[in-house]
């Protein structure tokens, strides 16, 4: 499987994110560089909202996520509840 | 209340789809073909508009509420860092003449990103691709506009940007990416989403944002780096819009398969040989590196754009053949491109200049196989007719390249002893190219490239000095005049770094701020 | 390494680029909305003709008949440039979503008499179309006119369009449901009430002079319909027979029509100031699609207006000729 990745700026709004990301992908590696944070994954990534929410305490709209978000790869599928980043092959 | 009905709550993507699908219908009082017209003659079959997945699914609104958080938080920090003379907290001066190199080659560039997009978003008939085209327009004015507010207050204090919209339409090493856009925005609206939102945005863009931006990062430049890293989040948008686009027209019709490669072959060349700009900066403009141009090139192109063209491949589409030449070429691409900006420091408006020896120390560990054995005997020649007083000003006008408009500089694929030229007569005419590739992109399309616009010739033909100047006249001097249509301040503008006025100035600013004086 | 720089005074080199201080004739410190309008659209030595429209220059005066010494000479006079455009836009989006929230709270939509809230559904609706055709034409203009003065407003414009359809929709489903919009849709293409208007809108869809394309959507349609549609008959009209709700609902609109008008009004003005010339293709345009536009809205009124919609309508068109009148166009 090919690698996928998010990377965002580091901020306040998403050092919750980034905890939520981890948990939710075990697999998941942190490439932490100058004022942005890499995610690395193993052909798939999941961003789900309830877990965001359970960490910050309020409602989250996974379309804030772009406020924040540096650059990714791989193909995107948006809900309202998860952001999936995937290869097909 | 007893009339009310429970109303079936939408989900986003159904609350999408009557947000921007619904809006559209079938007119019948005038022919498609008129409203739409377009939209055949690259020969793309597209059957079903409506099998294009909208990637983010954002309403205006919900774009309107993100954007201004990004730009109230944009703007803080842009004015901040102007209060407080953020520009004298940059490593050295030297660092300056990337953000003059930016502003007056890639910020234009923005701008005609944000019109192609608004074309093509009207071209297309399906809700879809204009809403995301639309979208990206706007983004893209975005881009241009923050940049230019951005480095405003750079041009304050330093030189070589007073006038970069001018310069971008004659400088002739600015025809280079101009050239490139002029390209995309020409060619018809599905090609023009390949060329910048497939290849462009999709698989360089991390080439030219991430190493400038952490560029800018690591050398203090909080500024740039605050532009940039908010440009790169509606970045995220665009690249998601530039894979949609391409697996749409593949999936539409098998016969949309050649069309397209032969488009991701050229795009991603013509993209590789504007990002020759970024490769110098890179290792040699970034008085702190971040990391080579060769390393840049391994994980955004050959790991991600890997991991891209396998995911591809599905649909029969495969690695651009170019793809080999680059691999060739990552060993020698900046220290070409550097050598020939020092050689041609008068007619730039920036400053270069030799790197010291740690620099020297650092180029020969990324660059093992090259760097000590072709370009460093170079520079240290340089060095020395330098201290001599000799700085080397080359007044030759070199030959370019027909499609890239690059100087013929770049050796040999396998032979870097070795100048590369190609050419290719056409209709009683010569034609000069660097590469095979720039050549078997102007054989498939030379009506096209022969109307290039080429600095060279350009000078040569007359056409490049101030309206009114007498060639003829007595002690009449070419560069000076060339120079003066392009609106440089001779002696600020341009030539070495260690002459110039922003070098003394930064010095001298510095000073002040820690010392007491 | 960071310096406090607090006790620093440096003196710049300069206060703005060569082209703004050309342009506004000193050199002293410009606006962001100058810095970011004036020349950014390329000027000189194109490269190739453009593929899709190979007798013109990528960027050429001439696809449009109104001739400018300095197309920029047109300004806005909201001084729009990204980001006070979209801070505009992100506070009446809070205003917006304040109010729909208010009317979905407190079941507003269902206190609504039935017959009014039939007549916003049938009225509103097919307007939702009327905008995605407006963001079309704004994109068309936005593409092809000259100079960022001219161009740039109207990107504004065609997302602004492809809000207030989305607004319409919001409003659609609030009041009724997906199949409202669906009947609205099928009224839009089949109705007799509507064809005059989608005559007039597909009709649109083909002019390629830019300038043009601005005056038949944006001064004239738009300068009948939203104070025929909204300050008329939503917030003056049905307000009075308990439809205060949906003038909450459709308060961007309104808003918006009033900021817009302003930059609309400059615009015309602008260009028919320039030349007589320009003043005649005017008022020509003006005239044939200003009369295009009220007949064909007249039916569209009619749902709403009944008896009455002869008079509004006269007075509609009055004030708009009286507007243009002071843009120094008669019509």
Same mark, same amino acid.
């Given at each position: 499987?090919?690698?996928?990745?998010?990377?965002?700026?580091?901020?306040?709004?998403?050092?919750?994110?980034?905890?939520?990301?981890?948990?939710?992908?075990?697999?998941?590696?942190?490439?932490?560089?100058?004022?942005?944070?890499?995610?690395?994954?193993?052909?798939?990534?999941?961003?789900?909202?309830?877990?965001?929410?359970?960490?910050?305490?309020?409602?989250?709209?996974?379309?804030?996520?772009?406020?924040?978000?540096?650059?990714?790869?791989?193909?995107?599928?948006?809900?309202?509840?998860?952001?999936?980043?995937?290869?097909?092959? | 209340?007893?009339?009310?009905?429970?109303?079936?709550?939408?989900?986003?993507?159904?609350?999408?789809?009557?947000?921007?699908?619904?809006?559209?219908?079938?007119?019948?009082?005038?022919?498609?073909?008129?409203?739409?017209?377009?939209?055949?003659?690259?020969?793309?079959?597209?059957?079903?508009?409506?099998?294009?997945?909208?990637?983010?699914?954002?309403?205006?609104?919900?774009?309107?509420?993100?954007?201004?958080?990004?730009?109230?938080?944009?703007?803080?920090?842009?004015?901040?860092?102007?209060?407080?003379?953020?520009?004298?907290?940059?490593?050295?001066?030297?660092?300056?003449?990337?953000?003059?190199?930016?502003?007056?080659?890639?910020?234009?560039?923005?701008?005609?990103?944000?019109?192609?997009?608004?074309?093509?978003?009207?071209?297309?008939?399906?809700?879809?691709?204009?809403?995301?085209?639309?979208?990206?327009?706007?983004?893209?004015?975005?881009?241009?506009?923050?940049?230019?507010?951005?480095?405003?207050?750079?041009?304050?204090?330093?030189?070589?940007?007073?006038?970069?919209?001018?310069?971008?339409?004659?400088?002739?090493?600015?025809?280079?990416?101009?050239?490139?856009?002029?390209?995309?925005?020409?060619?018809?609206?599905?090609?023009?989403?390949?060329?910048?939102?497939?290849?462009?945005?999709?698989?360089?863009?991390?080439?030219?944002?991430?190493?400038?931006?952490?560029?800018?990062?690591?050398?203090?430049?909080?500024?740039?780096?605050?532009?940039?890293?908010?440009?790169?989040?509606?970045?995220?948008?665009?690249?998601?819009?530039?894979?949609?686009?391409?697996?749409?027209?593949?999936?539409?019709?098998?016969?949309?398969?050649?069309?397209?490669?032969?488009?991701?072959?050229?795009?991603?060349?013509?993209?590789?040989?504007?990002?020759?700009?970024?490769?110098?900066?890179?290792?040699?403009?970034?008085?702190?590196?971040?990391?080579?141009?060769?390393?840049?090139?391994?994980?955004?192109?050959?790991?991600?754009?890997?991991?891209?063209?396998?995911?591809?491949?599905?649909?029969?589409?495969?690695?651009?053949?170019?793809?080999?030449?680059?691999?060739?070429?990552?060993?020698?691409?900046?220290?070409?491109?550097?050598?020939?900006?020092?050689?041609?420091?008068?007619?730039?408006?920036?400053?270069?200049?030799?790197?010291?020896?740690?620099?020297?120390?650092?180029?020969?560990?990324?660059?093992?196989?090259?760097?000590?054995?072709?370009?460093?005997?170079?520079?240290?020649?340089?060095?020395?007719?330098?201290?001599?007083?000799?700085?080397?000003?080359?007044?030759?006008?070199?030959?370019?390249?027909?499609?890239?408009?690059?100087?013929?500089?770049?050796?040999?694929?396998?032979?870097?002893?070795?100048?590369?030229?190609?050419?290719?007569?056409?209709?009683?005419?010569?034609?000069?190219?660097?590469?095979?590739?720039?050549?078997?992109?102007?054989?498939?399309?030379?009506?096209?490239?022969?109307?290039?616009?080429?600095?060279?010739?350009?000078?040569?033909?007359?056409?490049?000095?101030?309206?009114?100047?007498?060639?003829?006249?007595?002690?009449?001097?070419?560069?000076?005049?060339?120079?003066?249509?392009?609106?440089?301040?001779?002696?600020?503008?341009?030539?070495?770094?260690?002459?110039?006025?922003?070098?003394?100035?930064?010095?001298?600013?510095?000073?002040?701020?820690?010392?007491?004086? | 390494?960071?310096?406090?720089?607090?006790?620093?005074?440096?003196?710049?080199?300069?206060?703005?680029?060569?082209?703004?201080?050309?342009?506004?004739?000193?050199?002293?410190?410009?606006?962001?909305?100058?810095?970011?309008?004036?020349?950014?659209?390329?000027?000189?030595?194109?490269?190739?003709?453009?593929?899709?429209?190979?007798?013109?220059?990528?960027?050429?005066?001439?696809?449009?008949?109104?001739?400018?010494?300095?197309?920029?000479?047109?300004?806005?006079?909201?001084?729009?440039?990204?980001?006070?455009?979209?801070?505009?836009? %992100?506070?009446?989006?809070?205003?917006?979503?304040?109010?729909?929230?208010?009317?979905?709270?407190?079941?507003?939509?269902?206190?609504?008499?039935?017959?009014?809230?039939?007549?916003?559904?049938?009225?509103?609706?097919?307007?939702?179309?009327?905008?995605?055709?407006?963001?079309?034409?704004?994109?068309?203009?936005?593409?092809?006119?000259?100079?960022?003065?001219?161009?740039?407003?109207?990107?504004?414009?065609?997302?602004?369009?492809?809000?207030?359809?989305?607004?319409?929709?919001?409003?659609?489903?609030?009041?009724?449901?997906?199949?409202?919009?669906?009947?609205?849709?099928?009224?839009?293409?089949?109705?007799?009430?509507?064809?005059?208007?989608?005559?007039?809108?597909?009709?649109?869809?083909?002019?390629?002079?830019?300038?043009?394309?601005?005056?038949?959507?944006?001064?004239?349609?738009?300068?009948?319909?939203?104070?025929?549609?909204?300050?008329?008959?939503?917030?003056?009209?049905?307000?009075?027979?308990?439809?205060?709700?949906?003038?909450?609902?459709?308060?961007?609109?309104?808003?918006?029509?009033?900021?817009?008008?302003?930059?609309?009004?400059?615009?015309?003005?602008?260009?028919?100031?320039?030349?007589?010339?320009?003043?005649?293709?005017?008022?020509?345009?003006?005239? %044939?699609?200003?009369?295009?536009?009220?007949?064909?809205?007249?039916?569209?009124?009619?749902?709403?207006?009944?008896?009455?919609?002869?008079?509004?309508?006269?007075?509609?068109?009055?004030?708009?000729?009286?507007?243009? %009148?002071?843009?120094?166009?008669?019509?």
């Amino acid at each position: 499987m090919s690698t996928v990745f998010l990377a965002l700026q580091t901020n306040e709004d998403t050092r919750p994110i980034i905890e939520a990301i981890l948990q939710d992908n075990p697999s998941a590696v942190v490439d932490e560089q100058p004022a942005m944070v890499k995610i690395n994954a193993d052909g798939r990534l999941v961003v789900r909202r309830e877990t965001i929410e359970e960490l910050i305490g309020r409602d989250y709209d996974l379309q804030e996520l772009q406020v924040n978000m540096i650059t990714m790869s791989g193909n995107l599928d948006q809900t309202d509840d998860e952001i999936t980043l995937f290869w097909k092959s | 209340m007893d009339m009310q009905v429970a109303k079936k709550k939408l989900g986003l993507k159904e609350r999408y789809a009557v947000m921007t699908r619904g809006l559209d219908w079938t007119p019948s009082y005038q022919k498609m073909e008129d409203i739409y017209p377009c939209i055949a003659y690259e020969g793309i079959k597209i059957h079903d508009w409506d099998k294009w997945e909208d990637p983010f699914r954002l309403t205006m609104d919900a774009y309107w509420k993100y954007q201004a958080e990004k730009e109230r938080k944009l703007y803080a920090i842009i004015d901040a860092f102007n209060q407080n003379n953020g520009h004298l907290n940059v490593t050295d001066a030297r660092y300056i003449n990337t953000v003059k190199l930016f502003i007056s080659g890639i910020s234009p560039l923005e701008y005609v990103a944000h019109r192609g997009f608004a074309h093509a978003g009207r071209a297309f008939p399906g809700p879809g691709p204009r809403v995301a085209c639309l979208m990206q327009s706007l983004d893209e004015i975005r881009h241009a506009q923050t940049q230019v507010h951005s480095i405003s207050n750079y041009n304050k204090y330093y030189n070589g940007m007073h006038d970069f919209h001018h310069m971008h339409d004659r400088v002739w090493f600015l025809s280079v990416p101009k050239s490139f856009f002029d390209d995309a925005i020409t060619a018809g609206p599905f090609e023009f989403m390949v060329s910048i939102g497939f290849s462009f945005e999709y698989v360089l863009t991390n080439l030219l944002f991430v190493p400038f931006v952490s560029g800018a990062a690591y050398n203090g430049d909080m500024g740039t780096m605050t532009f940039g890293f908010s440009a790169q989040s509606d970045e995220a948008r665009h690249m998601t819009l530039g894979l949609e686009v391409i697996k749409f027209i593949l999936e539409q019709d098998p016969a949309n398969v050649p069309i397209v490669q032969r488009w991701i072959d050229k795009w991603t060349w013509r993209g590789y040989r504007v990002l020759t700009l970024v490769a110098m900066m890179m290792d040699y403009m970034l008085p702190k590196r971040t990391m080579s141009w060769k390393e840049a090139w391994e994980v955004y192109f050959e790991e991600n754009g890997g991991a891209l063209f396998k995911d591809l491949a599905r649909y029969g589409i495969t690695m651009p053949k170019c793809a080999e030449q680059i691999a060739l070429e990552k060993d020698h691409l900046s220290h070409q491109a550097w050598s020939t900006f020092y050689n041609y420091a008068a007619a730039a408006n920036f400053h270069t200049w030799m790197p010291d020896e740690d620099e020297m120390a650092w180029l020969s560990s990324k660059y093992p196989e090259s760097f000590d054995k072709q370009y460093r005997p170079r520079y240290e020649f340089w060095r020395e007719q330098a201290a001599k007083g000799n700085r080397f000003y080359n007044k030759t006008l070199p030959m370019l390249c027909q499609t890239c408009q690059i100087p013929l500089v770049f050796t040999e694929p396998g032979d870097p002893t070795k100048i590369c030229y190609r050419e290719v007569d056409y209709k009683a005419e010569k034609y000069h190219f660097c590469s095979d590739h720039c050549k078997e992109i102007f054989e498939h399309e030379p009506e096209k490239y022969v109307q290039a616009w080429l600095p060279v010739h350009q000078i040569y033909q007359g056409n490049c000095f101030p309206e009114g100047t007498d060639p003829t006249a007595e002690g009449f001097d070419p560069l000076a005049a060339v120079l003066k249509y392009y609106n440089f301040e001779n002696g600020r503008d341009n030539l070495d770094f260690d002459i110039s006025e922003d070098k003394k100035n930064f010095d001298e600013w510095r000073g002040q701020a820690t010392k007491n004086i | 390494m960071q310096i406090d720089l607090r006790t620093v005074s440096i003196k710049p080199l300069r206060h703005t680029f060569d082209n703004i201080a050309r342009r506004i004739g000193a050199d002293k410190p410009a606006s962001r909305y100058q810095e970011g309008t004036l020349d950014m659209q390329q000027t000189a030595n194109f490269h190739y003709r453009p593929t899709w429209d190979p007798e013109h220059e990528i960027y050429d005066a001439s696809r449009t008949a109104i001739k400018m010494a300095d197309w920029y000479a047109f300004k806005d006079p909201r001084q729009f440039y990204y980001g006070a455009y979209t801070l505009a836009r %992100a506070k009446q989006q809070d205003t917006a979503e304040a109010n729909f929230d208010f009317v979905e709270n407190r079941g507003l939509a269902s206190t609504l008499p039935e017959s009014l809230r039939d007549t916003v559904l049938k009225l509103l609706l097919p307007l939702r179309h009327v905008a995605w055709g407006s963001n079309m034409n704004n994109a068309s203009v936005c593409a092809y006119s000259y100079g960022t003065g001219f161009s740039q407003p109207h990107i504004y414009q065609a997302m602004d369009q492809l809000g207030i359809a989305q607004y319409i929709t919001r409003v659609g489903l609030l009041l009724g449901d997906v199949e409202s919009l669906d009947e609205a849709k099928r009224a839009w293409t089949e109705d007799d009430t509507w064809q005059g208007l989608r005559r007039y809108v597909e009709d649109s869809f083909v002019i390629k002079d830019p300038v043009e394309l601005f005056v038949v959507q944006n001064v004239v349609l738009d300068g009948l319909m939203y104070p025929l549609v909204y300050d008329t008959i939503i917030d003056d009209v049905l307000s009075s027979q308990g439809g205060t709700p949906v003038a909450m609902l459709t308060q961007f609109m309104t808003d918006w029509y009033a900021e817009t008008k302003k930059w609309v009004d400059a615009t015309v003005k602008i260009a028919a100031a320039e030349s007589p010339e320009n003043k005649q293709i005017l008022s020509q345009w003006l005239t %044939a699609w200003r009369d295009r536009a009220a007949a064909a809205l007249l039916p569209v009124a009619r749902i709403a207006l009944g008896e009455r919609t002869d008079a509004v309508m006269a007075d509609v068109v009055q004030q708009f000729n009286a507007r243009m %009148a002071k843009a120094g166009v008669a019509i």
